[in-house]
Protein backbone atom coordinates (compact mmCIF):
# COMPACT_ATOMS: atom_id res chain seq x y z
CA UNK A 1 0.00 0.00 0.00
CA UNK A 2 1.30 3.67 -1.12
CA UNK A 3 0.58 6.93 0.40
CA UNK A 4 -2.47 8.23 -1.11
CA UNK A 5 -3.74 11.90 -2.16
CA UNK A 6 -5.61 14.03 0.08
CA UNK A 7 -7.79 16.50 0.16
CA UNK A 8 -6.24 19.61 2.14
CA UNK A 9 -6.88 23.81 2.09
CA UNK A 10 -5.16 26.38 -0.28
CA UNK A 11 -3.01 27.12 2.12
CA UNK A 12 -1.00 24.11 3.10
CA UNK A 13 2.22 22.22 2.24
CA UNK A 14 2.71 18.58 1.58
CA UNK A 15 5.30 16.64 2.49
CA UNK A 16 5.93 12.99 2.02
CA UNK A 17 7.76 10.35 4.64
CA UNK A 18 8.80 7.71 2.01
CA UNK A 19 8.84 4.32 3.64
CA UNK A 20 7.85 2.09 0.86
CA UNK A 21 4.68 0.19 1.77
CA UNK A 22 4.31 2.14 5.09
CA UNK A 23 4.59 5.77 3.25
CA UNK A 24 2.63 8.65 4.03
CA UNK A 25 1.79 12.26 4.20
CA UNK A 26 2.58 15.24 6.51
CA UNK A 27 0.52 18.15 5.69
CA UNK A 28 1.34 21.30 7.35
CA UNK A 29 -0.53 24.76 7.11
CA UNK A 30 -3.41 26.57 8.60
CA UNK A 31 -6.82 25.55 8.64
CA UNK A 32 -5.48 21.42 8.30
CA UNK A 33 -7.56 20.61 11.06
CA UNK A 34 -11.39 21.75 9.65
CA UNK A 35 -10.39 19.43 6.84
CA UNK A 36 -9.76 16.89 8.63
CA UNK A 37 -12.55 14.30 7.13
CA UNK A 38 -11.59 15.52 3.69
CA UNK A 39 -8.17 14.75 3.91
CA UNK A 40 -9.19 11.20 5.87
CA UNK A 41 -11.88 9.97 3.48
CA UNK A 42 -9.81 8.53 0.95
CA UNK A 43 -7.29 6.72 3.70
CA UNK A 44 -9.60 5.16 5.76
CA UNK A 45 -10.68 1.31 5.84
CA UNK A 46 -13.90 2.00 7.34
CA UNK A 47 -15.18 5.76 7.58
CA UNK A 48 -15.11 4.99 11.51
CA UNK A 49 -12.35 6.64 14.21
CA UNK A 50 -11.79 6.52 17.69
CA UNK A 51 -10.37 10.22 18.88
CA UNK A 52 -7.83 9.87 21.70
CA UNK A 53 -7.23 13.63 23.03
CA UNK A 54 -6.73 15.13 26.26
CA UNK A 55 -8.51 17.50 28.26
CA UNK A 56 -6.80 20.59 27.66
CA UNK A 57 -6.97 19.49 23.68
CA UNK A 58 -10.63 18.19 23.69
CA UNK A 59 -12.38 21.86 25.02
CA UNK A 60 -9.32 23.51 22.32
CA UNK A 61 -10.13 21.53 19.13
CA UNK A 62 -12.57 18.39 19.20
CA UNK A 63 -15.05 20.70 17.99
CA UNK A 64 -12.98 21.79 15.17
CA UNK A 65 -12.13 17.89 13.92
CA UNK A 66 -15.42 16.39 13.99
CA UNK A 67 -17.57 18.92 12.57
CA UNK A 68 -15.04 18.07 9.73
CA UNK A 69 -15.74 14.27 10.28
CA UNK A 70 -19.29 15.20 10.34
CA UNK A 71 -19.19 17.01 7.16
CA UNK A 72 -17.39 13.68 5.43
CA UNK A 73 -19.22 10.88 6.72
CA UNK A 74 -17.36 9.61 9.37
CA UNK A 75 -18.72 8.55 12.73
CA UNK A 76 -16.07 9.44 15.69
CA UNK A 77 -16.00 9.07 19.51
CA UNK A 78 -13.93 10.33 21.76
CA UNK A 79 -11.65 9.06 24.35
CA UNK A 80 -10.00 12.03 26.50
CA UNK A 81 -7.01 11.55 28.86
CA UNK A 82 -5.70 13.33 31.56
CA UNK A 83 -3.06 16.06 30.32
CA UNK A 84 0.69 15.56 31.11
CA UNK A 85 3.87 13.31 30.87
CA UNK A 86 2.15 10.86 33.90
CA UNK A 87 -0.23 10.24 31.17
CA UNK A 88 2.16 7.97 29.40
CA UNK A 89 1.88 4.90 31.57
CA UNK A 90 0.71 1.44 31.78
CA UNK A 91 -2.62 2.26 33.76
CA UNK A 92 -3.58 4.61 31.39
CA UNK A 93 -3.11 2.88 28.36
CA UNK A 94 -4.66 -0.52 29.42
CA UNK A 95 -7.88 2.11 30.62
CA UNK A 96 -7.56 3.52 27.25
CA UNK A 97 -7.34 -0.10 25.12
CA UNK A 98 -10.12 -1.49 27.42
CA UNK A 99 -12.19 1.22 27.03
CA UNK A 100 -11.65 1.05 23.01
CA UNK A 101 -11.95 -2.20 23.06
CA UNK A 102 -15.70 -2.01 25.27
CA UNK A 103 -16.91 1.09 22.67
CA UNK A 104 -16.42 -1.79 19.75
CA UNK A 105 -14.19 -1.48 17.38
CA UNK A 106 -12.79 -3.97 13.77
CA UNK A 107 -9.52 -4.25 11.94
CA UNK A 108 -11.13 -1.08 9.80
CA UNK A 109 -11.02 1.15 12.91
CA UNK A 110 -8.39 4.23 12.73
CA UNK A 111 -7.45 5.94 15.96
CA UNK A 112 -6.77 9.52 15.82
CA UNK A 113 -4.43 11.18 18.03
CA UNK A 114 -5.40 14.66 18.85
CA UNK A 115 -2.73 16.42 21.18
CA UNK A 116 0.88 16.92 21.91
CA UNK A 117 3.64 14.15 22.20
CA UNK A 118 2.23 12.38 24.94
CA UNK A 119 -0.93 11.81 23.26
CA UNK A 120 0.72 11.03 20.04
CA UNK A 121 2.53 8.30 21.61
CA UNK A 122 0.29 6.52 23.66
CA UNK A 123 -2.63 6.88 21.13
CA UNK A 124 0.48 5.58 18.51
CA UNK A 125 1.23 2.39 20.98
CA UNK A 126 -2.84 1.30 21.63
CA UNK A 127 -2.60 1.27 17.50
CA UNK A 128 -0.07 -0.68 17.21
CA UNK A 129 -1.14 -3.58 19.71
CA UNK A 130 -5.21 -3.58 19.58
CA UNK A 131 -6.38 -6.24 17.53
CA UNK A 132 -2.75 -6.63 16.35
CA UNK A 133 -2.38 -2.94 14.64
CA UNK A 134 -4.99 -0.71 13.50
CA UNK A 135 -4.07 2.27 11.45
CA UNK A 136 -3.66 5.42 13.25
CA UNK A 137 -3.57 9.42 12.48
CA UNK A 138 -1.39 12.18 14.31
CA UNK A 139 -2.66 15.58 14.47
CA UNK A 140 -0.01 16.87 16.67
CA UNK A 141 -1.41 20.14 18.48
CA UNK A 142 2.30 21.45 19.82
CA UNK A 143 5.14 22.70 18.32
CA UNK A 144 7.10 19.83 19.12
CA UNK A 145 4.77 17.09 18.34
CA UNK A 146 4.09 19.24 14.97
CA UNK A 147 8.44 19.22 14.18
CA UNK A 148 9.70 15.69 16.10
CA UNK A 149 6.98 13.28 17.75
CA UNK A 150 4.27 13.11 15.35
CA UNK A 151 6.66 11.96 12.57
CA UNK A 152 8.87 8.74 12.18
CA UNK A 153 6.36 6.21 14.15
CA UNK A 154 8.05 6.50 17.47
CA UNK A 155 5.61 4.97 20.08
CA UNK A 156 5.34 4.31 23.86
CA UNK A 157 5.25 4.89 27.28
CA UNK A 158 7.27 5.25 29.75
CA UNK A 159 7.48 3.17 33.38
CA UNK A 160 9.39 3.51 36.57
CA UNK A 161 12.67 1.97 35.04
CA UNK A 162 12.90 5.35 32.91
CA UNK A 163 11.36 6.79 29.88
CA UNK A 164 9.81 5.56 26.46
CA UNK A 165 11.16 2.15 27.55
CA UNK A 166 8.08 0.07 26.26
CA UNK A 167 6.83 1.11 22.76
CA UNK A 168 6.87 0.17 19.52
CA UNK A 169 7.64 1.56 15.96
CA UNK A 170 4.47 1.96 14.37
CA UNK A 171 4.15 4.57 11.31
CA UNK A 172 1.08 6.79 11.20
CA UNK A 173 -1.20 6.84 7.64
CA UNK A 174 -1.23 10.16 7.83
CA UNK A 175 -0.31 13.47 9.37
CA UNK A 176 -2.26 16.83 10.02
CA UNK A 177 -0.41 19.88 11.79
CA UNK A 178 -2.45 22.59 12.02
CA UNK A 179 -0.73 25.58 12.53
CA UNK A 180 -3.21 27.43 13.91
CA UNK A 181 -3.58 25.33 16.85
CA UNK A 182 0.22 26.94 18.32
CA UNK A 183 -2.10 30.23 18.50
CA UNK A 184 -3.37 28.70 22.14
CA UNK A 185 0.32 27.10 23.01
CA UNK A 186 1.70 28.63 26.21
CA UNK A 187 5.02 30.49 25.57
CA UNK A 188 7.14 27.73 27.74
CA UNK A 189 5.73 25.30 25.42
CA UNK A 190 6.24 27.11 22.60
CA UNK A 191 10.15 27.27 23.78
CA UNK A 192 10.08 23.77 24.43
CA UNK A 193 9.36 22.52 21.18
CA UNK A 194 11.39 25.04 19.57
CA UNK A 195 14.18 23.67 21.16
CA UNK A 196 13.86 20.46 18.57
CA UNK A 197 13.38 23.21 15.96
CA UNK A 198 16.97 24.24 16.73
CA UNK A 199 18.12 20.43 16.84
CA UNK A 200 17.87 20.43 12.95
CA UNK A 201 19.92 22.96 12.17
CA UNK A 202 22.73 22.03 13.99
CA UNK A 203 22.61 18.09 13.16
CA UNK A 204 23.14 19.11 9.22
CA UNK A 205 21.62 21.82 8.06
CA UNK A 206 23.58 25.28 9.51
CA UNK A 207 21.76 27.62 6.85
CA UNK A 208 18.69 26.94 8.92
CA UNK A 209 20.17 27.59 12.17
CA UNK A 210 21.18 31.09 10.71
CA UNK A 211 17.58 31.47 9.57
CA UNK A 212 16.66 30.58 13.19
CA UNK A 213 19.45 32.83 14.51
CA UNK A 214 17.73 35.73 12.49
CA UNK A 215 13.88 34.63 12.64
CA UNK A 216 13.46 32.57 16.01
CA UNK A 217 11.90 35.55 17.92
CA UNK A 218 9.73 36.47 15.37
CA UNK A 219 8.63 32.52 15.01
CA UNK A 220 8.12 32.36 18.92
CA UNK A 221 6.21 36.17 18.69
CA UNK A 222 3.48 34.33 16.71
CA UNK A 223 4.57 35.34 13.44
CA UNK A 224 2.53 32.61 11.13
CA UNK A 225 5.10 32.71 8.20
CA UNK A 226 8.09 31.95 9.95
CA UNK A 227 6.20 29.23 12.20
CA UNK A 228 5.20 27.49 8.82
CA UNK A 229 8.79 27.80 7.39
CA UNK A 230 10.34 26.16 10.55
CA UNK A 231 7.56 23.70 10.63
CA UNK A 232 8.25 22.53 7.24
CA UNK A 233 11.98 22.54 6.99
CA UNK A 234 11.94 20.60 10.41
CA UNK A 235 9.41 18.13 9.34
CA UNK A 236 11.69 17.61 5.62
CA UNK A 237 14.67 16.94 7.75
CA UNK A 238 12.86 14.12 9.66
CA UNK A 239 11.49 12.64 6.86
CA UNK A 240 14.61 12.58 5.21
CA UNK A 241 16.40 10.88 8.00
CA UNK A 242 13.39 8.46 9.18
CA UNK A 243 13.69 7.45 5.30
CA UNK A 244 16.72 6.77 5.43
CA UNK A 245 16.72 4.46 8.76
CA UNK A 246 13.18 3.64 9.80
CA UNK A 247 14.14 1.72 12.88
CA UNK A 248 17.32 3.96 14.14
CA UNK A 249 20.20 1.22 13.13
CA UNK A 250 22.27 4.18 12.14
CA UNK A 251 21.64 8.22 10.69
CA UNK A 252 18.14 8.75 12.81
CA UNK A 253 20.22 8.44 15.91
CA UNK A 254 22.11 11.68 14.97
CA UNK A 255 18.05 12.98 15.71
CA UNK A 256 18.85 12.18 19.37
CA UNK A 257 21.17 15.07 19.70
CA UNK A 258 21.19 16.87 23.58
CA UNK A 259 18.84 13.92 24.87
CA UNK A 260 21.31 12.04 26.35
CA UNK A 261 22.62 14.58 28.77
CA UNK A 262 18.89 15.68 28.28
CA UNK A 263 17.24 12.19 29.83
CA UNK A 264 19.64 12.38 32.86
CA UNK A 265 18.49 16.25 33.79
CA UNK A 266 14.72 15.02 32.79
CA UNK A 267 14.92 11.90 35.10
CA UNK A 268 16.67 13.92 38.12
CA UNK A 269 13.94 15.93 37.81
CA UNK A 270 11.52 13.82 37.77
CA UNK A 271 10.11 13.83 34.19
CA UNK A 272 7.16 15.96 34.59
CA UNK A 273 6.27 20.08 34.52
CA UNK A 274 10.07 21.16 36.64
CA UNK A 275 11.84 20.71 33.08
CA UNK A 276 10.08 20.20 29.79
CA UNK A 277 11.73 17.79 27.53
CA UNK A 278 12.63 19.74 25.52
CA UNK A 279 13.72 22.27 27.60
CA UNK A 280 16.12 19.20 28.72
CA UNK A 281 16.78 18.76 24.86
CA UNK A 282 18.01 22.64 24.43
CA UNK A 283 20.26 21.99 28.18
CA UNK A 284 21.27 18.93 26.29
CA UNK A 285 22.83 20.00 23.73
CA UNK A 286 24.60 22.86 24.96
CA UNK A 287 26.01 20.43 26.67
CA UNK A 288 26.94 18.23 23.88
CA UNK A 289 28.49 21.04 22.14
CA UNK A 290 30.40 21.64 25.10
CA UNK A 291 31.55 18.24 25.00
CA UNK A 292 32.58 18.06 21.39
CA UNK A 293 34.53 21.65 22.46
CA UNK A 294 36.16 20.13 25.12
CA UNK A 295 37.12 16.67 23.38
CA UNK A 296 38.84 19.48 20.58
CA UNK A 297 36.10 18.23 17.71
CA UNK A 298 34.34 21.57 17.41
CA UNK A 299 35.79 24.82 17.52
CA UNK A 300 34.88 26.87 21.39
CA UNK A 301 33.50 30.10 19.26
CA UNK A 302 30.25 26.94 18.00
CA UNK A 303 29.40 25.76 21.46
CA UNK A 304 29.51 29.66 22.06
CA UNK A 305 26.89 30.70 19.16
CA UNK A 306 24.23 27.44 20.26
CA UNK A 307 24.39 28.55 23.82
CA UNK A 308 24.06 32.16 22.65
CA UNK A 309 20.91 31.22 20.79
CA UNK A 310 19.21 28.88 22.98
CA UNK A 311 19.41 31.52 25.63
CA UNK A 312 18.27 33.91 23.24
CA UNK A 313 15.40 31.50 22.90
CA UNK A 314 14.08 31.74 26.11
CA UNK A 315 16.00 28.40 26.68
CA UNK A 316 17.58 26.81 29.54
CA UNK A 317 21.63 26.52 27.95
CA UNK A 318 22.77 25.91 31.72
CA UNK A 319 22.83 24.65 34.96
CA UNK A 320 21.92 28.46 36.05
CA UNK A 321 18.63 28.13 34.50
CA UNK A 322 17.92 24.76 35.13
CA UNK A 323 15.62 24.24 38.45
CA UNK A 324 17.69 24.42 41.37
CA UNK A 325 18.58 21.54 42.87
CA UNK A 326 22.04 19.62 43.90
CA UNK A 327 23.24 18.87 40.42
CA UNK A 328 26.13 16.03 40.92
CA UNK A 329 27.96 15.12 37.64
CA UNK A 330 28.11 11.61 38.92
CA UNK A 331 24.42 11.10 39.48
CA UNK A 332 24.03 12.26 35.91
CA UNK A 333 26.82 10.07 34.58
CA UNK A 334 24.53 6.80 36.18
CA UNK A 335 21.27 8.24 34.68
CA UNK A 336 22.87 7.98 31.24
CA UNK A 337 24.54 4.33 31.86
CA UNK A 338 20.92 3.34 32.00
CA UNK A 339 19.35 5.00 29.08
CA UNK A 340 18.36 2.86 26.43
CA UNK A 341 20.50 4.21 24.08
CA UNK A 342 23.85 2.60 26.08
CA UNK A 343 24.94 -0.86 24.13
CA UNK A 344 27.24 -2.99 25.86
CA UNK A 345 27.40 -0.36 28.92
CA UNK A 346 29.07 2.13 26.09
CA UNK A 347 27.97 5.95 26.00
CA UNK A 348 27.11 6.95 23.14
CA UNK A 349 26.69 10.92 22.14
CA UNK A 350 25.51 12.48 19.31
CA UNK A 351 28.62 14.99 19.02
CA UNK A 352 29.47 18.12 16.54
CA UNK A 353 32.70 18.98 14.42
CA UNK A 354 30.54 22.45 14.44
CA UNK A 355 27.49 23.64 14.02
CA UNK A 356 25.05 21.16 11.24
CA UNK A 357 27.99 18.88 11.59
CA UNK A 358 26.88 16.13 14.07
CA UNK A 359 27.85 12.64 14.20
CA UNK A 360 27.28 9.63 16.67
CA UNK A 361 30.32 8.97 18.96
CA UNK A 362 30.31 5.93 20.67
CA UNK A 363 32.15 4.67 23.23
CA UNK A 364 32.59 8.23 24.63
CA UNK A 365 35.24 8.70 27.72
CA UNK A 366 33.22 9.04 30.90
CA UNK A 367 35.93 11.05 32.48
CA UNK A 368 35.46 13.76 29.80
CA UNK A 369 31.63 13.44 29.84
CA UNK A 370 31.98 14.33 33.94
CA UNK A 371 34.45 17.11 33.44
CA UNK A 372 32.24 18.46 30.77
CA UNK A 373 29.17 18.53 34.01
CA UNK A 374 31.41 19.75 36.54
CA UNK A 375 32.66 22.70 34.83
CA UNK A 376 28.92 23.59 33.85
CA UNK A 377 27.51 23.11 37.33
CA UNK A 378 30.77 24.97 38.68
CA UNK A 379 30.40 27.34 36.22
CA UNK A 380 26.33 28.32 37.18
P1 LIG B 1 2.29 17.31 25.85
O1 LIG B 1 1.67 16.35 24.93
O2 LIG B 1 2.26 17.00 27.31
O3 LIG B 1 1.65 18.74 25.63
C1 LIG B 1 2.07 19.81 26.42
C2 LIG B 1 0.90 20.57 27.04
O4 LIG B 1 0.31 21.37 26.04
C3 LIG B 1 -0.20 19.69 27.58
O5 LIG B 1 -0.65 20.28 28.79
C4 LIG B 1 -1.30 19.78 26.52
O6 LIG B 1 -2.60 19.61 27.06
C5 LIG B 1 -1.11 21.18 26.03
N1 LIG B 1 -1.52 21.44 24.68
C6 LIG B 1 -1.36 20.64 23.59
N2 LIG B 1 -1.73 21.29 22.48
C7 LIG B 1 -2.15 22.52 22.88
C8 LIG B 1 -2.63 23.66 22.18
N3 LIG B 1 -2.68 23.68 20.85
N4 LIG B 1 -2.99 24.75 22.90
C9 LIG B 1 -2.87 24.75 24.25
N5 LIG B 1 -2.40 23.71 24.96
C10 LIG B 1 -2.04 22.62 24.27
O7 LIG B 1 3.83 17.57 25.52
P2 LIG B 1 4.68 17.66 24.17
O8 LIG B 1 5.77 18.58 24.47
O9 LIG B 1 3.83 17.90 22.99
O10 LIG B 1 5.25 16.18 24.00
C11 LIG B 1 6.14 15.65 24.95
C12 LIG B 1 6.15 14.15 24.79
O11 LIG B 1 6.57 13.82 23.49
C13 LIG B 1 7.08 13.45 25.75
O12 LIG B 1 6.41 12.36 26.32
C14 LIG B 1 8.20 12.94 24.84
O13 LIG B 1 8.79 11.74 25.32
C15 LIG B 1 7.46 12.72 23.56
N6 LIG B 1 8.30 12.73 22.36
C16 LIG B 1 8.15 11.71 21.49
C17 LIG B 1 8.88 11.69 20.33
C18 LIG B 1 8.66 10.60 19.31
O14 LIG B 1 9.42 10.53 18.33
N7 LIG B 1 7.66 9.76 19.47
C19 LIG B 1 9.79 12.71 20.04
C20 LIG B 1 9.92 13.75 20.97
C21 LIG B 1 9.17 13.76 22.13
N1 LIG C 1 12.72 12.01 18.36
C1 LIG C 1 13.75 11.14 17.88
C2 LIG C 1 13.29 10.22 16.82
O1 LIG C 1 12.15 10.25 16.41
O2 LIG C 1 14.06 9.39 16.39
Known amino acids: MTAEPTATPAASERLAVALGERSYEIVVGSGVLDHAGASLGALLASPRVVIVTDTTVDYLYSARLTRSLDDAGIAWRTEVLPVGEGTKDFRHLSGLC ?13 LIALGGGVIGDITGFAAGILLRGLDFVQVPTTLLAQVDSSVGGKTGINTPQGKNLVGLF ?5 VLADTTTLDTLDARQLRAGYAEVVKYGLIDDPAFFAWLEANGSALLAGDAAARRHAIVTSCASKARI ?3 DEREAGVRALLNLGHTFGHALEAETGFGDALLHGEAVAAGMALAFD ?7 CAAADASRVRAH ?12 LPRRAWDADVLLDHMTRDKKVRDGKLTFVLAFGIGKAFTAR ?18
Open 98 to 110: ERILAGGIDRGTT
Open 170 to 174: HQPRL
Open 242 to 244: VGL
Open 291 to 297: LSARLGL
Open 310 to 321: LIAAGLPAGFAA
Open 363 to 380: DVPAAAVVAALSDAITAA
